[in-house]
């Protein structure tokens, strides 16, 4: 799993597509951790699971304080486009990736066929999940999601995790102790969630049962079904580095501008290199990462795809870079910013209040780099002259920070 996401990389996905969530009686107030697991536990029967399943699962189960103390760190700082990406996608991951490739060739082109993704993506998505199947986490899933659910605040979400990781158990003739995966339930090659497993996971070998873990054909079906659910479609990539003609309007680098990729390229984008754009009538979108000093990239349909994976713009631009260098293409050409520095939390906060003061910002003030929150920085830019790209340089901040 990448080292720069805070907890499971398919949270947020399965939040939206898993089966309907429910909340224990101690999500109501009052109980223990023993009363919220006889409350999972009554759920994962009435959705099939046998009594017996449950009861041996949660035999002596105790909540696991290391993922409590996991759960409970934010992190310190907002990681730029340089280092995030720069630590995503190394020279290391993508030789890697292309050596992967090659050696599963036939079983890639034949998911390809089936389900429509690229081999690249695939191993893009293993890459930065586990690095190729080398870190897939070794804590107890069971035990991670039960504590996840019981004894934090997102008992809903985690409560119906630990129902689908019983579900698991039940159709896969697994024990807890075989589940493992990251401190948040994330499991196997890909890192799915276990309602990604239950929705998404393919038994490709024909064995009678789903291996994600083991099995790098059930591993990488079960990854192309999923992307296929979530809209991944054949055709024009995630996204690609483009150069932007002089005088581009900044204002109209945002994922909330779509225009068809025609419409972007008699604007005069072209892809890097000076290569025009694909002749596509398909929404799109351009997306400056490090401000208008970076890179620029235009975002197609498939990006949305990507972030159904992980709601993390970087991460789903970091999956299309190295998909690109694993199939053989160009690096990204335009560097970003050297003097581009992470900013603190405490930061972000202090800009999310100052921007409020204005009257440009109007959310929680909740130290997340956010649209919202980039939307109200290009409102000040654009009130003080400065180039409107949303993009916290260390000129808008200084500025920023002036005003009384």
Request: glycine residues 10%; charged residues 20%.
């Amino acid at each position: 799993m990448t080292p720069f996401a805070k907890f499971s990389l398919l949270a947020a996905t399965t939040a939206l597509l898993s089966t309907p969530v429910f909340a224990p009686a101690f999500a109501q107030g009052g109980g223990d951790f023993r009363d919220c697991l006889q409350g999972i536990k009554a759920e994962a029967t009435r959705q099939g699971v046998p009594a017996a399943i449950a009861d041996k699962a949660f035999q002596g189960l105790t909540p696991d304080q290391k993922v409590i103390d996991l759960d409970g760190r934010q992190p310190e700082f907002s990681l730029t486009y340089a280092k995030y990406v720069g630590g995503t996608v190394s020279a290391d991951r993508i030789a890697k990736g292309q050596q992967k490739m090659a050696q599963h060739r036939a079983l890639l082109d034949a998911l390809q066929a089936e389900y429509g993704v690229p081999p690249q993506y695939i191993m893009a998505f293993w890459g930065i999940e586990t690095n190729y199947g080398t870190y897939m986490g070794d804590f107890r899933v069971v035990r991670s999601v039960a504590t996840l659910g019981c004894m934090t605040k997102r008992t809903v979400f985690f409560s119906n995790e630990t129902v689908q990781a019983l579900r698991i158990l039940n159709m896969n003739h697994m024990t807890s102790e075989q589940m493992r995966g990251s401190w948040a339930g994330a499991m196997g090659n890909m890192q799915f969630m276990p309602s990604t497993f239950t929705k998404w996971a393919v038994d490709r070998d024909g064995n009678g049962r789903i291996d994600i873990w083991n099995s790098l054909p059930d591993a990488f079906a079960s990854a192309s079904n999923f992307l296929r659910g979530i809209g991944f479609k054949p055709g024009l990539p995630s996204s690609e580095e483009v150069f932007l003609p002089k005088g581009f309007p900044l204002d109209q680098a945002d994922t909330t501008v779509e225009k068809p990729v025609k419409a972007w390229a008699a604007m005069g984008v072209k892809r890097a290199g000076g290569a025009a754009l694909p002749a596509s009538d398909e929404p799109a979108s351009i997306l400056l990462p490090a401000g208008f000093r970076g890179p620029a990239f235009i975002i197609y349909p498939n990006f949305k795809a990507v972030m159904n994976w992980n709601r993390s713009t970087l991460y789903a631009l970091s999956v299309g870079i190295l998909a690109r260098q694993i199939a053989g293409g160009p690096g990204v050409q335009q560097a970003a910013p050297e003097d581009d520095q992470p900013l603190s939390r405490e930061t972000v906060i202090d800009i999310q209040t100052r921007l409020a003061r204005l009257g440009l910002y109007k959310d929680d003030t909740d130290g997340l780099l956010g649209p919202k929150t980039r939307s109200a920085l290009r409102l000040f830019q654009q009130q003080t002259s400065l180039p409107a790209d949303g993009h916290p340089s260390a000129e808008t901040v200084r500025r920023l920070q002036a005003v009384r």
